[in-house]
């Protein structure tokens, strides 16, 4: 099987139409969409608050060369509310995420039922057999989890993120299917290597020293530190693209620091 980012590539650019919206890819115009999205702290309510200004240009600079990234437009006056993204899920290799993010002003008008059914129906039809499709929001965003059922996807699993209770939605028919079953099975073997390499990781030097409370540490320390959560629970920064720190830095399950050095031979 082909892996995520592969199977999308192979049938992007996509646009997708239904009876009040277009799906089209996000492009370099859509810059104050993003950034509005972004920035607004009732979007952002249950995604971890506003991100910095740093964190807006690089979305405002990737999404236009994301294969996944539509943004959400309604036809009545062709305004753009929002964003429909479906990529690979950092959780578990071979399995889909979808999000969605909508303007406040588009809210309450099932809008975003819409553009997330639209999402879900285009990768069954285009992707057949591309890995189980999930999308997961906070247990305390009813909002989205009643929308996320509407269409018809089901919890499946819950799971910790972002300090918050999570819950993780798949379309209903797949609930029972045999890959998601199995890919289930991988992230816990994941996970488990996860939690080994991360208390070995804290034997290093590195690790011992670092202080509980990180707002101890120097500008020039910090500058150090990796800021990504690449793990399942940000405890494994596995990644060399796009960022080179020498220490990367997570929590151990007993909630202890752990870090470990990396270089680019690693």
């Excluded at 999404?63 to 309604?74: E, I, K, L, M, Q």
């Excluded at 006056?77 to 990529?87: C, E, H, K, N, S």
């Excluded at 071979?94 to 997330?116: D, F, I, K, T």
């Excluded at 209903?172 to 208390?199: H, I, P």
Aim: net charge negative; glycine share 8%; with cysteine.
């Amino acid at each position: 099987m082909d892996s995520v980012d592969t199977a999308l590539d192979r049938v992007w650019p996509a646009q997708l139409r239904t009876d009040r919206l277009l799906l089209r890819p996000v492009t370099r115009e859509d810059g104050p969409l993003v950034s509005e999205l972004l920035t607004d702290d009732r979007v952002r309510a249950h995604l971890g608050g506003s991100v910095t200004e740093d964190r807006v240009a690089a979305r405002q600079a990737a999404y236009p060369t994301t294969a996944g990234a539509w943004t959400v437009v309604r036809v009545a006056d062709q305004r753009p509310i929002g964003l429909v993204t479906i990529g690979a899920d950092h959780r578990c290799e071979g399995r889909v995420e979808l999000s969605c993010q909508l303007l406040p002003a588009a809210w309450g008008e099932g809008l975003g039922r819409e553009a997330v059914a639209a999402a879900v129906s285009w990768w069954t039809d285009a992707v057949p057999g591309g890995g189980p499709l999930v999308a997961v929001t906070q247990k305390a965003n009813s909002a989205s989890c009643r929308m996320l059922e509407a269409i018809g996807m089901t919890v499946v699993d819950e799971l910790d993120e972002h300090g918050a209770r999570q819950c993780l939605y798949t379309p209903a028919g797949d609930q029972d299917d045999s890959d998601l079953r199995w890919f289930r099975l991988l992230a816990a073997r994941r996970d488990a290597v996860e939690r080994r390499r991360g208390a070995q990781a804290r034997a290093t030097a590195a690790g011992q020293n670092l202080p509980d409370d990180l707002a101890a540490l120097t500008p020039e320390e910090l500058a150090r530190l990796c800021p990504a959560r690449h793990g399942a629970y940000g405890r494994i920064c596995a990644r060399m693209a796009d960022h080179t720190p020498d220490l990367h830095l997570g929590r151990a399950q007993d909630g202890a620091w752990i870090a470990w050095l990396t270089t680019a031979d690693a």
